[in-house]
């Protein structure tokens, strides 16, 4: 299932001897080059997944830690422990952003979009409210951060949209004035 602005974490743990396991969750904000504080998000968890708002974080790479125990089915003395902190995980909220709409030789527009923190996974424009239709990018490929794209030629007057979509699903329509 998916939720705007929700992430999910899953992982796999087995204990040797079978007993149930728990599970304490935390994050600290950068990649793991500098010393941050670990803040915790969950203790005592017993599912193998966990979700949560990531709207509740602002923009920036991430790395949590799992910690898992058998201190449930143990005396405190016996309890094993073992902990794994993920590779970085970028939360992304903010759309991708217009550059330089300029309009080129054959009378199309070529419109430059970047993003801060994720590639563009998509872009469409409209004219006049017709259907969406694929952007082209510049170089072949939307793959990047920054893309020029290029919009086919259109007549004074028209009303061109362009949506853009980066990987983390935040999407962005702009209006792109021909007469530019």
């Known amino acids: 299932m998916w939720k705007l602005g929700y992430q999910t974490l899953r992982w796999s743990a087995?204990?040797?001897?079978?007993?149930?396991?728990?599970?304490?969750?935390?994050?600290?904000?950068g990649d793991g080059s500098a010393d941050t504080e670990w803040h915790k998000m969950v203790d005592d968890f017993e599912e193998d997944h966990y979700s949560?708002?990531?709207?509740?974080?602002?923009d920036g790479t991430y790395?949590?830690?799992?910690?898992?125990?058998d201190r449930k089915a143990n005396d405190p003395a016996s309890a094993l422990t073992a902990e794994r902190i993920s590779e970085p995980v970028v939360i992304d909220h903010t759309p991708p952003a217009l550059g330089k709409v300029e309009k080129a030789?054959?009378?199309?527009?070529?419109?430059?979009?970047?993003?801060?923190?994720?590639?563009?996974?998509?872009?469409?424009?409209?004219?006049n409210t017709a259907d969406w239709l694929p952007a082209q990018a510049a170089d072949g490929?939307?793959?990047?951060?920054?893309e020029t794209l290029l919009i086919p030629p259109v007549k004074p007057g028209d009303l061109v949209m362009l949506r853009v979509t980066?990987?983390?699903?935040?999407?962005?329509?702009?209006?792109?004035?021909p007469e530019r």
Request: proline share 4%.
């Open 52 to 58: 949560f708002d990531a709207l509740s974080l602002p």
């Open 63 to 69: 790395r949590f830690r799992l910690r898992v125990s």
């Open 14 to 29: 087995v204990d040797p001897n079978g007993d149930d396991l728990v599970y304490d969750l935390s994050f600290r904000l």
């Open 105 to 127: 030789k054959d009378g199309g527009l070529r419109a430059t979009v970047s993003d801060a923190a994720s590639p563009l996974r998509e872009a469409v424009y409209s004219v």
């Open 166 to 177: 980066d990987a983390a699903n935040n999407v962005i329509t702009f209006q792109l004035n």
């Open 141 to 146: 490929l939307l793959d990047g951060r920054t």
